[in-house]
């Protein structure tokens, strides 16, 4: 049984605090990732057991502290943007022509945030080191397993492009969640570990290379490179970029077409699809402040509303969907989420930075925009990250001389030349 301290009396509750606190985090540091390779609805069901349980250790330890620390994440610049954000989806329930499936994806993305707060205030203040050894842990021995799983397939015939479909999903988690595992390490200065980790999760990003989550690692380390190298500047950007991203994208269009349109002829598909985003964003300009509604663009391109070349972004979707209302208020909760991770520790703004670069840099490449277990994918991971905030070294440990210097006895004690000892006397 997990003990607070050795010598410290039996404390039954605390026990089963710990353990169950344990049981849950290991269920979304080790278990997730390698599940995500053998179940398309791991993250779905394990991330909400493993906040769970997380839940029930936190009341059990100290009934107080969870609603102090819900309040305290709710409160939060960052969180009361995304909630108000979330706020504006379910009133777009309104006017979106397809109220029932929409009022499912509104759902899920309730149910998602409500799991991220109620995760992170259910996290104690210190995290211990054995508990988050498991999110290298985890992630490392799903990279392995993943590569395990590409090479059977490749080596075999037919149904080799089958079994590889059965587990993109899976790859995607790991690759998303080998942010949070490389800022552990380096954070304890396991360089050789974290190397290690990279290169294995490098060679499985390159499998994915034609769906786009090469392209996002890519952008992802870079990002991660620039911060380790300058973290305010690189920080700064990085936000500006992305919230600029957000909040100007119906001018991307307009600005990529003539560009495209030098391009051969294997770009064909993307000027079609810019050019019926173009036209979109001229042809009603009013939807540009209210949006259609949520959920309409997948459900626009199943019932003809849409032609199927529309575009496939999160970029397009959340304009289309919840107009610049949405749109702004999804660029400033990405703004000060970014720069609040510049205020963290090296490794752990470069990781949490490269994550936020990574995931945006998927959806804008159409990637599981707004799908359920993506979406509780980046609730696991964001619990991941405030787990090793709360798991970093608060003070400077001094440093022990290598041979320590010999004391001289006061005068007082000193024996005189000839004369007893002090001990003698």
Not at 10 to 29: E, H, S
Not at 240 to 247: E, F, K, N, P, T
Not at 315 to 320: C, I, N, P, R, V
Request: aromatic fraction near 6%; charged fraction near 10%.
């Amino acid at each position: 049984m997990i003990r607070r301290n050795a010598n410290a009396p039996l404390d039954p509750a605390t026990d089963a605090a710990l353990l169950l606190r344990r049981i849950g985090f290991a269920t979304l540091a080790l278990v997730l990732p390698l599940a995500s390779l053998v179940s398309r609805r791991a993250a779905v069901v394990l991330t909400p057991i493993g906040v769970a349980l997380l839940i029930i250790s936190s009341l059990i330890e100290e009934r107080g502290s969870f609603g102090r620390n819900l309040k305290e994440a709710v409160f939060s610049r960052p969180s009361l943007i995304l909630v108000g954000l979330i706020g504006w989806a379910v009133l777009s329930l309104v006017w979106s022509p397809y109220t029932f499936s929409a009022s499912e994806k509104a759902g899920n993305l309730i149910f998602a945030v409500v799991l991220g707060f109620c995760g992170a205030a259910a996290l104690p203040e210190r995290m211990r080191a054995s508990n988050l050894n498991l999110v290298a842990l985890g992630t490392g021995l799903a990279a392995l397993f993943a590569l395990a799983l590409m090479a059977a397939s490749s080596m075999r015939n037919p149904t080799a492009e089958a079994e590889v479909s059965s587990v993109e999903r899976g790859i995607s988690a790991v690759l998303i969640m080998a942010w949070p595992a490389l800022a552990w390490l380096l954070s304890r200065a396991r360089g050789l570990s974290a190397l290690g980790l990279a290169l294995a999760v490098g060679m499985l990003s390159l499998t994915r290379f034609e769906d786009g989550e090469a392209v996002a690692m890519i952008c992802g380390a870079v990002a991660f490179g620039a911060v380790s190298a300058n973290r305010a500047v690189a920080v700064r950007i990085i936000a500006l970029i992305i919230a600029g991203l957000m909040l100007f994208a119906p001018v991307l269009p307009f600005l990529l077409i003539p560009i495209v349109s030098q391009l051969p002829g294997s770009a064909d598909e993307l000027h079609r699809s810019l050019a019926i985003w173009a036209d979109i964003v001229g042809s009603s300009p009013v939807q540009l402040v209210t949006g259609h509604g949520l959920d309409t663009v997948l459900r626009a391109r199943l019932t003809g509303g849409l032609p199927q070349d529309a575009p496939n972004t999160l970029l397009f979707e959340t304009w289309y969907e919840l107009g610049i209302v949405g749109a702004a208020s999804a660029a400033a909760c990405l703004y000060f989420a970014i720069r609040a991770a510049g205020t963290m520790s090296g490794p752990l703004a470069a990781g949490v930075t490269a994550a936020y670069t990574t995931a945006f840099a998927l959806a804008a490449l159409g990637f599981a925009t707004l799908q359920t277990w993506w979406l509780m994918t980046l609730a696991a991971v964001i619990l991941l990250f405030i787990a090793i905030a709360r798991g970093q070294y608060r003070t400077d440990r001094p440093l022990a001389p290598l041979s320590p210097r010999p004391t001289s006895a006061p005068s007082h004690t000193r024996p005189k030349a000839g004369g007893p000892t002090p001990a003698g006397k």
